[in-house]
């Protein structure tokens, strides 16, 4: 399982100079080769050295760091590809999807630039890294990170790491293997119902109320608002030192949640169910007022949280389809849109059930989890002698 680590750079104020100048040549020379990919079709990898390699090293730029920015920019044009493939552009002929396919993959001046072990090394006892740039190696630059990362970073880093620049720092995010736990077989699934309300119930129970965070996001929103239309340079200096605040509270957020779900079904020997909710956004019509809320909901971020945490500890988990499951009572199975009262209230029609909604959905998850795991298992009747 990859999981990433990042740790923040502390160097000196020459070594500051040469890791942001190494950044931006390398992400112009990548902006270059996208160019050139782009007019000539986006050839395949081994294509695009050919036509690139040579004037990329003229430009100052290692063989390694040379190979990188045009792995870089393929994989940038592939993940592009994907995403038109999957319509997360929008559909053919869109505004947002013509944009897209009408000019060459920009990077930013600070974008990744991925390093391997021949242009990076780690002495994890001195908290220092060895790093190249076009100024020569630098030897010797401090690193931060916490305890709990630098033990990931000694027992497990694999890979390539990517240096990085953001709001005028350095930072290293480096790739660890984290080998999966084995997973036991589950008594049960807990379902957990995913939700802007309520961010997370399960039936087992436990609530994540989203009211505090949806606060939060709205005091974020009102505050960007009333600084965007001030637009001192005071005004643009706080914007920048409060970005990207929402995102890491609600990163946070999910993490307690998730951890907290994970630790509870290892507790009971549990599986957990969550829903499949990949496109969710294209498919349901709001109001205007609306579309923030949904826009802003991180249901994705939670579910992959609670996913590498689950390999990481071997509970099961299964992703079962969403439909019907706030319109399906879970005690006697009857499906019917007016079984939804409201948005916390469920009332069966059929039995005169009475429950809240996020709980009823909870349990109806959890049951499509253990048909969906019984499904994928393997059979264990005797073989026919």
Known sequence: MKV????????????????????????????????????????REYELRKHTYAELKARGLGAQA??????????????????????????????RRARAESKPVVF????????????????????????????????????????????MLREHRKGESDLIERDGES????????????????????????????IATTSTGYRAAGRGLNRHRKRQRDLRKKLQAKGTKSAKRLLRKRSRKEARHTANVNHIISKKIVTAAERTGSGIALEDLTGIRSRVRLRKDQR????????????????????????????VDPAYTSQQCSACGHVDR???????????RSCGALMHADDNASHNIGRKGETVWTAGRKSRAPATP
Request: contains cysteine; proline residues 4%.
């Open 4 to 43: 990433v680590t990042q740790v923040k750079l502390i160097p000196e104020a020459d070594q500051a100079a040469a890791l942001s100048a190494t950044l931006r040549m390398a992400n112009e020379a990548a902006n270059w080769v996208s160019g050139v990919a782009f007019e000539r079709g986006v050839p």
């Open 66 to 95: 040379a190979q990188h920015v045009i792995k870089k920019v393929r994989d940038a044009y592939t993940a592009l590809k994907a995403n038109i493939r999957a319509g997360n552009l929008g559909r053919p002929g869109s505004k």
């Open 108 to 151: 930013r001046a600070g974008a990744a630039q991925p390093y391997d072990d021949r242009c990076l090394s780690w002495q994890y006892d001195a908290r220092t890294v060895s790093v190249w740039t076009t100024a020569g190696r630098l030897k010797n630059v401090r690193f931060a990170c916490s305890p709990g990362a630098l033990k």
């Open 171 to 198: 930072y290293l995010i480096a790739v660890c293997d984290v080998p999966e736990a084995e997973q036991y077989e589950p008594g049960g699934f807990i379902g957990v119902d995913l939700g802007i309300v309520n």
């Open 292 to 319: 923030t809320s949904l826009h802003s909901w991180s249901f994705h971020q939670l579910a992959a949280f609670i996913e590498y945490k689950a390999k990481r500890a071997g509970v099961p988990l299964v992703y």
């Open 338 to 348: 007016k079984n939804r009262v409201d948005q916390a209230t469920f009332a069966c």
